[in-house]
T-cell receptor, first 117, second 111 residues
Framework: ETGVTQSPTHLIKTRGQQVTLRCSSQ?????VSWYQQALGQGPQFIFQ???????GRGNFPPRFSGLQFPNYSSELNVNALELDDSALYLC????????????????FGPGTRLTVL | DAKTTQPTSMDCAEGRAANLPCNHS???????VYWYRQIHSQGPQYIIH???NNETNEMASLIITEDRKSSTLILPHATLRDTAVYYC????????????FGSGTRLSIRP
């Protein structure tokens, strides 16, 4: 079991609404990545934050945005929800040392299941 | 990052070795092979990674062919708790961004 936690566990919203999902990284991890996983598919990369700055983005529209805080917790915000946004949203944290390595051992949280009606 | 090809599903008897294949014919010289698994309703879990030598840890063994175009993840004594989707991923070690997941292999362990 990793130290990455996410809240809420489940969430139901209606089309057009906005949602904020939260992630608390594992202690000592300064990089967080967010993924969207539709039913029956592998996770798709949304974006990554390193030291409170966006550090890479996948093929997702600007209505998907994020924040990382000084304590390395983070948020994923989605505006103008669409039915296709229904998915499991995963965050993953990783440690990055002074050498810049170890982005690769990403530790995933349990996810937030978002349903858009 | 290079793409990988995995069988959609496999099954294995409990207590036997589970051998999960992965093809990555376009892998570059500086790219590693990583394996993750995802148990139902949980986030993906890192299993093992390697460059060109075989690797072993407490969870599994990774066998990479000499030409590095394919690999096999071996769970030596499969248990029911190993039932999961297994993802084979190829990426540079110091890649600063995304993990590209495919559809993975759904492994079912039968009693």
């Amino acid at each position: 079991e990793t130290g990455v936690t996410q809240s809420p566990t489940h969430l139901i919203k209606t089309r057009g609404q906005q949602v904020t999902l939260r992630c608390s990284s594992q202690s000592g991890h300064n990089t967080v990545s967010w993924y969207q996983q539709a039913l029956g598919q592998g996770p798709q990369f949304i974006f990554q934050y390193y030291r409170e700055e966006e550090n890479g983005r996948g093929n997702f529209p600007p209505r998907f945005s994020g924040l990382q805080f000084p304590n390395y917790s983070s948020e994923l915000n989605v505006n103008a929800l669409e039915l296709d946004d229904s998915a499991l949203y995963l965050c993953a944290s990783s440690p990055v040392g002074a050498s810049g390595g170890s982005y690769n051992e990403q530790f995933f949280g349990p996810g937030t299941r978002l349903t858009v009606l | 990052d290079a793409k990988t090809t995995q069988p959609t599903s496999m099954d294995c008897a409990e207590g036997r070795a589970a051998n999960l294949p992965c093809n990555h014919s376009t892998i570059s010289g500086n790219e590693y092979v990583y394996w993750y698994r995802q148990i139902h309703s949980q986030g993906p879990q890192y299993i093992i990674h390697g460059l060109k030598n075989n690797e072993t840890n407490e969870m599994a063994s990774l066998i990479i062919t000499e030409d590095r175009k394919s690999s096999t993840l071996i769970l030596p004594h499969a248990t029911l708790r190993d039932t999961a989707v297994y993802y084979c991923i190829v990426r540079r070690y110091s890649s600063a961004s995304k993990i590209i997941f495919g559809s993975g292999t759904r492994l079912s362990i039968r009693p």
